[in-house]
């Protein structure tokens, strides 16, 4: 079975710090694992994803997120945060299998303070 | 990327009646999924939307209480049975395109059961 931690229910930081939104996960075999951002009364939006090659993967609103697999981590971050990155954070995963089926961490709220 | 159109946004709905949510995508895509997030929580996997059959559904989900059509490669609708307060939900539709690992996600149908 496959499944999703993300240990911080809630992430403070003030605009222009850096920001870490961190995950972890559990799946047999190698993931595929993915970021998207929610923000209030909307859908979820893709942010970057996982499927092999180069560790460091960058994707939308300069966001990126380093996979590590001895870790079994894909922590999400952003070298200097604004107010508008201030929304829910999913972390996903899926197994490289033919299932299609993701599964979701619990999310994080990501509040920038000006 | 796959642009999916879901309606209704949001409803407000009495107990005992049905909704349904129709999810129209603008290119043929392989899978359709339907999840649901409820207040304050994380997504969980509905059903997977086949075409032409039967949806597979996840445990605690079933047929009755959320039967699922998906006519043709683009168009999937999910029903809400007999609704009571505790269905009031954000439903989601997801799609995975016929190339590319990307999932794309609907706006979502907010749905309030009074």
């Known amino acids: 079975a496959q499944s999703v931690a993300q240990p911080e229910d809630q992430v403070n930081v003030a605009e222009g710090n850096p920001l870490t939104v961190k995950c972890t996960y559990s799946?047999?075999?190698?993931?595929?694992l993915f970021w998207y951002v929610q923000y209030p009364n909307r859908g979820l939006q893709f942010l970057l994803k996982y499927i092999t090659g180069d560790n460091l993967v960058k994707g939308s609103y300069g966001f990126e997120a380093e996979f590590n697999k001895s870790q079994t981590s894909f922590h999400l971050k952003k070298p200097s945060a604004l107010v508008s990155d201030s929304a829910l954070y999913f972390c996903a995963v899926r197994p490289l299998s033919n299932d299609y089926k993701l599964s979701f961490g619990a999310g994080t709220t990501v509040t920038v303070r000006a | 990327s796959a642009v999916i159109s879901q309606k209704p946004s949001r409803d407000i709905c009495q107990r005992g009646t049905s909704l349904t949510i129709q999810c129209q995508v603008d290119?043929?895509?392989?899978?359709m999924f339907w999840y649901r997030q409820q207040p304050g929580q994380s997504l969980t996997l509905i059903a997977t939307a086949n075409q032409g059959s039967e949806a597979t559904y996840e445990s605690g989900f079933v047929i009755d209480k959320f039967p699922i059509s998906r006519p043709n490669l683009t168009f999937s609708t999910l029903t809400v049975s007999n609704m009571s307060p505790e269905d009031s939900s954000i439903y989601l539709c997801?799609?995975?395109?016929?190339?590319?690992?990307?999932?794309?996600f609907g706006s979502g149908t907010r749905l309030t059961v009074v």
């Open positions: 799946v047999s075999g190698n993931p595929y």
């Open positions: 290119s043929q895509v392989t899978m």
């Open positions: 997801s799609v995975v395109p016929l190339t590319g690992y990307g999932y794309t």
